[in-house]
């Protein structure tokens, strides 16, 4: 059932961003409006997403009060940074037809966003050390992977939103 439920959130978050897929000319006014579209999509997903991760690491009641706490804050977290990755992707759109080049913005979006990746895996370190005297080995792992999973389709989906500049 677990591998079930995190192939269903997978299929969900691959057809939210087919749904929204990169388009081939440049933005159109209506960007704000998908970026928003995108961040009620990823607002949903979090909440399925405590519910599947729970159910895939099999806690037992007394371990969970402890990995809810923690969980709940990690994906605020994250919810936190994705919003401003958007922002940087919303910027992006806002910009796509100026000759950026100039400022230097791609290379400032482009770190920017590197940098929002590194404090999400940052806080996914503080969620395993914290989970760490509440967990098994093996559910820990389990995290690992399920949130490795999780965070991959959920950046793709951003990804696929950004506009080409070299297609015609």
Sequence with gaps: ????????????????SAHASPPSSP??????????????????LDRRRMELVRSRIELS?????PFDAAYREY?????LLRSAQLRILENYADQFNNDFDQAGTPLKMI?????????????RRRLLRDLAPH??????HL????????DAEMTLGIIRQVPDPYRG
Excluded: W, Y
């Design 1 to 16: 059932m677990g591998k079930v439920a995190l192939h269903l959130l997978c299929v969900i978050l691959i057809s939210a």
């Design 27 to 44: 933005p159109e006014s209506n960007e704000s409006d998908e970026i928003a579209r995108i961040r009620d999509q990823f607002s949903t």
């Design 61 to 65: 009641s007394e371990k969970s009060a």
């Design 75 to 79: 994906i605020d977290t994250v919810a």
């Design 111 to 123: 770190c920017g966003s590197l940098s929002l990746d590194s404090k999400r895996i940052e806080a």
């Design 135 to 140: 967990l098994t080995t093996k559910q820990l």
């Design 143 to 150: 995290l690992t992977r399920l949130e490795a999973e999780i």
